[in-house]
């Protein structure tokens, strides 16, 4: 009778691997200046900013299925969210996304946590916070990115917070890597600032080592406005600057509104011969339409709470998406002719070698005030700005991160008007049940 009892246990114990393998969404990898799904092809984001709700928008499974179904239409197949609450229950929405060939993009920060350009520091207090994100999401094999900060220099003479952006950098990876998950790439979404380009976008990643440079770069730019083309947008400007950068690169907000309707004509080039052998493709502001008019879609007029939607700022957050006309439209159709090929792995990987990092930016008074020689600040260092370059001094560790406004991308629009392998084959936590699973059935083989 055991060994009966034994033996049927076996398919079973199989059975069970195959069910956790099943159906797993293929994982993104940075590799160089690129992105690749583990089949080896290139990766481009057609992807969405969704802030849908201001604390989280992954916790309402039956929302993010109906908005699923526009996304897939558009073509998307990366989100962007800005803040989300780490204790919540996401394995739903994220299952939904991921079922739907839907990536996340996702930022580390809270509303208090934000690393900033006045009096930047770099504590316990964000790193703990940070990681409790990273906890969360790293889980999820369609998580494609982290960013360890938004917009946090927003003015010609911010550089000083630009060390602390890498601090954070350095530690999430150390942490991601000590913990043992996959290697998720950690990165950065800057502001479109023209007097720190390309300065900031060469400092992230001119560092030899590696645990001290981003996995890969992303910019919020606005400049292709209206009938623009590619030279009167300086979208020129943007490629050549980019050119032969050493991480991925790609628009992680995008789609000026004004003059409307949005064509969102930079669609062609930034996925076209001119930019896509260069850039990983666009994020484009934003899913919801709120006062700021970027919105693709919209839920309608508020209506009683009685129906069971969410309404905030005098907008409906829940519901069927309407697409906002013919910004939808014009989106779509760029999206369904612009199908980059890209490179392949085996073949990219052969190439490498021929990228060298980017030469650091030398401090230049007034303009970019930061020595690349200069160490990264430490845990628990606040900036004070001294006589010498870029000096700062420790404040102590583990002291509470400054309040902050903890504002989105949206609430800025608002008050306005990714070289090496970062990625495994196959998920840590699938490999750990075959691990446990195999040793199940060595186990019974050997009692039997």
């Not at 770099?122 to 982290?146: C, H, I, M, S, Y």
């Not at 409307?260 to 076209?272: M, V």
């Not at 309608?300 to 309407?322: H, K, L, M």
Request: overall charge negative; glycine content about 8%.
């Amino acid at each position: 009778m055991l060994s009966s009892l034994a033996l049927s246990a076996v398919p079973l114990l199989l059975a069970g691997l195959q069910a956790a393998t099943v159906g797993a969404v293929p994982t993104i990898s940075a590799v160089g200046s690129k992105f690749f799904y583990e089949n080896g092809t290139q990766y481009y984001l057609k992807g969405i900013a969704y802030q849908l709700t201001p604390n989280d928008p992954l916790i309402d499974t039956a929302q993010c299925k109906r908005d699923i179904v526009r996304m897939s239409e558009l073509g998307a197949n990366a989100i962007r969210v800005y803040h989300v609450d780490p204790n919540a229950d996401h394995k739903g929405c994220m299952t939904a996304f991921a079922d739907a060939g839907i990536y996340l993009f996702v930022d580390l920060d809270t509303f208090t946590t934000q690393i900033e350009q006045t009096s930047p520091h770099w504590n316990e207090t964000q790193l703990d916070r940070f990681k409790e994100v990273l906890d969360e999401f790293q889980q999820f094999d369609n998580t494609a990115g982290v960013f360890v900060g938004n917009e946090v220099l927003t003015t010609a003479n911010g550089s000083h917070a630009a060390p602390y952006v890498l601090a954070a950098a350095r530690d999430i990876k150390a942490y991601r890597n000590q913990k043992g998950y996959r290697e998720i790439p950690v990165g950065y979404s800057a502001a479109d600032i023209a007097d720190l380009r390309p300065m900031l976008q060469n400092y992230l990643a001119c560092s030899k080592n590696e645990s001290e440079r981003l996995d890969f770069y992303s910019l919020n730019a606005y400049e292709w406005c209206g009938q623009s083309s590619y030279e009167v947008s300086g979208y020129n400007m943007l490629q050549k600057n980019a050119t032969d950068y050493p991480i991925p690169i790609f628009f992680s907000e995008t789609g000026c509104n004004t003059p409307a309707p949005r064509t969102f004509d930079d669609q062609d080039s930034i996925f076209g011969s001119k930019m896509s052998g260069t850039w990983s493709g666009a994020i484009i502001y934003e899913w919801i339409e709120e006062t700021n008019d970027y919105g693709l879609i919209n839920y309608g007029p508020s209506v009683s709470a009685a129906t069971n939607t969410i309404v905030e700022d005098g907008f409906t957050r829940q519901g069927t998406p309407t697409p906002v006309s013919p910004d939808f439209a014009n989106l779509k159709s760029h999206w369904a002719t612009l199908n980059p090929t890209g490179v392949v792995l085996s073949i990219y990987k052969k190439e490498t070698g021929s990228i060298s990092a980017v030469e650091c930016p030398a401090y230049t008074s007034g303009a970019w005030e930061v020595d690349p020689s200069s160490p990264l600040p430490t845990l628990g260092q606040t900036y004070k700005e001294e006589s010498s370059k870029g000096a700062s001094t420790a404040s102590g560790k583990g002291s509470t991160a400054s309040g902050g406004g903890g504002a989105t991308s949206s609430s800025t629009k608002n008050a306005a008007s990714a070289a090496g392998v970062h990625g495994s084959s196959a998920p840590a936590h699938l490999l750990t049940i075959s691990m446990v699973l195999s040793a199940g059935v060595g186990a019974l083989a050997l009692w039997l």
